[in-house]
């Protein structure tokens, strides 16, 4: 069982930098692997990123290249999602999200554990 609570949103002008952060409870945060998520107003959640849990292997969605960076600290049961160049389109809900296995994963079905989500907007 993985708790999640996410933190490091707000509100932001476009071309500006955040950084979220991603709090896990549990001794086997190593073990699982990681994605950050985010849902717009009437739109479906979606993926943004995910991080193995050696590190040794991400993915990003193709928006966020280059402009976004996954990365995680498994003595602190954390991982991150640091954001530069943000646009207006950028804004929504940021969920992390937990799965059990070895290799990066895009779908959110894949997960089993999710945390409240932290509102990130960017103003044009």
């Known amino acids: 069982q993985v708790q999640l609570v996410e933190s490091g949103g707000g509100l932001v002008q476009a071309g500006g930098s955040l950084r979220l952060s991603c709090a896990a409870s549990g001794r086997t945060f190593s073990t699982y692997v990681m994605g950050w998520f985010r849902q717009a107003p009437g739109k479906e959640r979606e993926f943004v990123a995910t991080i193995t849990w050696s590190s040794s292997s991400t993915a990003m969605l193709d928006s966020v290249k280059g402009r976004f960076t996954i990365s995680r600290d498994n003595a602190k049961n954390t991982v991150y999602l640091q954001m530069n160049s943000l646009k207006p389109e950028d804004t929504a809900v940021y969920y992390c999200?937990?799965?059990?296995?070895?290799?990066?994963?895009?779908?959110?079905?894949?997960?089993?554990?999710w945390g409240q989500g932290t509102q990130v907007t960017v103003s044009s």
């Open positions: 999200a937990a799965a059990v296995g070895g290799t990066v994963r895009t779908q959110k079905e894949t997960y089993a554990y």
